[in-house]
């Protein structure tokens, strides 16, 4: 008998002490969310473009750049010969369907790779060529962004990308 009222008023104390605690936190969760109401709001501001731009704050798009591909060595290209890059995107391979043709490199595959011209830049992607598309040297995996001077390698043709 002893035992089970010792166990009865500690369970007691834990239901008290448990009360407390949960009275404590409802509390602190009031007053936090008291405070942040009384805290002086910032208004946001938003301008018109005509006011961002007399404040200095317009981000206008860069001027389109020129970049084009020169060939550096090809089986099938004349060596110093330029492809410019447009807005549309461009398919470099063997076969007759592509936008850049290398008909006489055999190790390029019949659609090997795309180079697309977006808004942050040139990318290239391989399409799954049998013998891999490398930038200086690395296989690209996914889509790799190409800067000037960078060296695409397709097939046995090398094209340098240029600006201007």
């Known amino acids: 008998m002893v035992a089970s009222t010792g166990v009865a008023e500690l369970l007691l104390v834990l239901k008290i002490a448990f009360l407390v605690l949960l ?14 109401r009384r805290a002086p709001s910032q208004d946001s501001m938003i301008l018109t473009p005509a006011a961002a731009a007399a404040a200095g704050l317009r981000r206008g798009k860069p001027a389109p ?21 447009n807005s549309a995107p461009v398919t470099v391979g063997r076969g007759g369907q592509n936008d850049l043709v290398l008909s006489g490199d055999e190790f390029a595959s019949a659609r090997h790779a795309r180079i697309e011209p977006r808004g942050d830049g040139v990318w290239v992607q391989d399409l799954d060529s049998t013998n891999g598309t490398y930038v200086n040297g690395s296989r690209v995996a996914g889509a790799q962004r190409l800067d000037p001077g960078d060296v695409l390698r397709v097939g046995e043709t090398d094209l340098v990308v240029e600006e201007g």
């Open 23 to 36: 009275y404590l936190f409802v509390v602190r969760v009031i007053r936090s969310a008291g405070s942040e």
């Open 65 to 85: 750049r020129s970049v084009r591909l020169v060939v550096r060595r090809s089986p099938s290209l004349e060596d110093g010969a330029e492809f410019p890059l």
